[in-house]
């Protein structure tokens, strides 16, 4: 197994890495409608079966107005403490720097991708 869990996963899935003290410069940078922060540690099953279901279906994760963040937690756990988390994954979905939201745990892919849209439909007035 590679540091993220499931190998390749970030190579199919390229979201840019992110660090706690960086990560409000990088919600100020505007772009997409809306952007999804993944956090994730290593070695958690979880976070596992999300990376494995979301290699499954990519195509399902692929929103040309979203654009994707991630962290591990358990390398960065300043992070973790400043979103209340109580465990991974976590998915923190933000328009600008405002937080609209958090889904965890991993609900599944139909779950995540309909609250997804539902939050891009929203933005979209």
């Known amino acids: ?25 990088v919600l100020a940078e505007g ?18 079966v999300a990376k494995r279901q979301m290699l ?8 040309p107005c ?4 991630q962290a591990n937690v358990y ?3 300043e992070i973790g403490t400043r979103f209340g988390l109580h465990g991974v994954p976590a998915f923190l979905v933000f328009n600008g720097p405002r937080r609209l939201g958090r889904i965890s745990p991993w609900p599944g892919t139909e779950p995540f991708c309909a609250a997804i849209e539902q939050q891009l439909a929203a933005a979209a007035g």
């Not at 190579?11 to 992110?18: G, K, L, S, T």
């Not at 409608?33 to 596992?48: S, V």
């Open 1 to 25: 197994m590679s540091a993220a869990g499931v190998p390749g996963f970030f190579d199919a899935f390229p979201m840019r890495h992110v660090r706690s003290e960086g990560l409000d410069a």
């Open 31 to 48: 772009g997409a409608g809306l952007t999804i922060l993944f956090l994730w540690g290593n070695d958690c099953p979880n976070c596992d």
């Open 75 to 77: 390398a960065d756990p």
């Open 66 to 69: 979203v654009r994707w963040l």
């Open 56 to 63: 499954a279906t990519p195509e399902r994760f692929d929103w």
